[in-house]
Every structure is written in structure tokens, then in C-alpha cells.
């Protein structure tokens, strides 16, 4: 039973270059969460999405940053005109269902991406 | 907004000893709580999760206990292993409904 899948686990993106992010999350999950994570620090919360949706976007940059979720593929996580202050570990979780509905179920996390932006 | 600290940044133990994990956290409203594991170039890994009409849960070898009056969380590792050796970090439901909240993390290195 395959995890949350993330890939490229690295990338190496020059300052305005476009980034893209993928996730695929596990089976029978249709919730999708990404995190951001800076060097020794815990993660943020970026976006929420479900199939064709974004749920909550509350912790995502207004500019170059944007996320989708279609109803066929993975999750695409998407910096556009990257800056050296992009460069982090962009994980991503998938629960069966919302993570604070009445019945909380833990987030699955995949292994990242690590961007590095030169 | 919510704040989730934890008291020690790095943690070292010997290989045998029981390990204690504290976090503290700032919104009374949080009522779901859940310990992670993250080793060097991974994702965080589920350890434990506890809900806030809970005070104690245990697992396999770990603990977790709840303290809504002072707002503390604690993981607590008993017979602590080398395999153990990770950053373990706190993440506590917030306002939005959907994000955890995670902290800094502390690192535990587990000595022979």
C-alpha cells in the first residue's frame, strides 16, 4: 500500500524560474494538504485541497504561488519567478477525509521536495 | 493565533532511558493533538494522537499525555533506542478547521 508519493525529491530551480511540485496522495485519500518547511523549523501550513478544489489557501503567498488538485493526477504544487527565499522542504499529506472533521484522522505525509534555488 | 513551543530544543538520552518530550501550545480551543517523528530526509511519520476529551493514550512503547488546564502536551518514549534518534514535533489543531499547528521540534539523540 503506497504512501503519499512526492516527486522530484530535489529540485534545482534558478531565481525566476518556474517550479512544480507534484503529489500523488494514498489510495483512497482525496484530501491534500501542503507544508512548507524552512531550515530547523517546523512546517506550515500552505493549502488545503479535496478533487477540484481548493479548500483553504489561507497560508499560501498571494503572488507566484498557486495550487491545484484535478480530478485525474496528482496534486501540483506550482512557484512561478522562484526566489532564493523559496528555497525550503515542500511536503505533502493526504487524509481520507477533512483532518478536523468530527472523526480527526492523522495526516500522512510524503518525503518532500527539497527546492533549492540558486 | 496559535503559538506551539517547545521547552528544549535538543534532547540527548542513553539507549535504554526513557525520553520525555514536552510542547505547549496557546489556543484553549485546539482539541486535537498529534505527535510526529521526522528522521534526516523525510517526512514527518505519525507517532501518536490524543483528543482533547482524553488526558492520557498510550501506544507501543510511547505515551502521550494531555494537559488542557496549562495547555501541555508531552511524548513520552519508554526503553529509548538509537533507532529513535529523530526531530519529534508537536502538531495541534487551530482555528482554520483544517491546519495543524507545528512546532519547532526537538532533537533527540539517543547515545549507547
Known amino acids: 500500500n503506497a504512501g503519499v508519493m512526492q516527486n522530484p525529491r530535489h529540485l534545482v530551480r534558478r531565481r525566476g524560474q518556474e517550479a512544480r511540485l507534484r503529489c500523488s496522495p494514498m489510495?483512497?485519500?482525496?484530501?491534500v494538504y501542503w507544508y512548507r518547511q524552512l531550515p530547523e523549523e517546523g512546517l506550515k501550513f500552505m493549502v488545503y485541497?479535496?478533487?477540484?478544489?481548493?479548500?483553504?489557501e489561507s497560508g499560501m503567498p498571494k503572488e507566484r504561488f498557486s495550487a491545484e488538485f484535478p480530478k485525474e493526477g496528482p496534486s501540483i504544487l506550482r512557484i512561478q519567478q522562484v526566489v532564493r527565499g523559496d528555497s525550503a522542504a515542500y511536503f505533502c499529506?493526504?487524509?481520507?477525509?477533512?483532518?478536523?472533521?468530527?472523526?480527526?484522522?492523522?495526516?500522512?505525509f510524503g518525503n518532500g521536495t527539497r527546492l533549492t534555488v540558486t | 493565533g496559535e503559538s506551539v513551543g517547545l521547552h528544549l530544543p535538543t534532547l540527548s538520552v542513553q539507549e535504554g532511558d526513557n525520553s520525555i518530550i514536552n510542547c505547549a501550545y496557546s489556543?484553549?480551543?485546539?482539541?486535537?493533538f498529534i505527535w510526529y517523528k521526522q528522521e534526516s530526509g523525510k517526512g514527518p511519520q505519525f507517532i501518536i494522537d490524543?483528543?482533547?476529551?482524553?488526558d492520557k493514550r498510550q501506544g507501543q512503547r510511547v505515551t502521550v499525555l494531555l494537559n488542557k488546564t496549562v495547555k501541555h502536551l508531552s511524548l513520552q518514549i519508554a526503553a529509548t533506542q538509537p533507532g529513535d534518534s529523530a526531530v519529534y514535533f508537536c502538531?495541534?489543531?487551530?482555528?482554520?478547521?483544517?491546519?495543524?499547528?507545528f512546532g519547532k521540534g526537538t532533537s533527540l539523540l539517543v547515545t549507547p
Open positions: 499529506a493526504s487524509s481520507p477525509r477533512d483532518s478536523q472533521g468530527s472523526n480527526n484522522s492523522p495526516l500522512h
Open positions: 489510495k483512497g485519500h482525496s484530501h
Open positions: 485541497l479535496q478533487k477540484e478544489n481548493i479548500i483553504d
Open positions: 489556543n484553549s480551543a485546539s482539541d486535537y
Open positions: 490524543i483528543r482533547s476529551n482524553m
Open positions: 502538531a495541534v489543531s487551530g482555528d482554520s478547521g483544517y491546519a495543524l499547528n
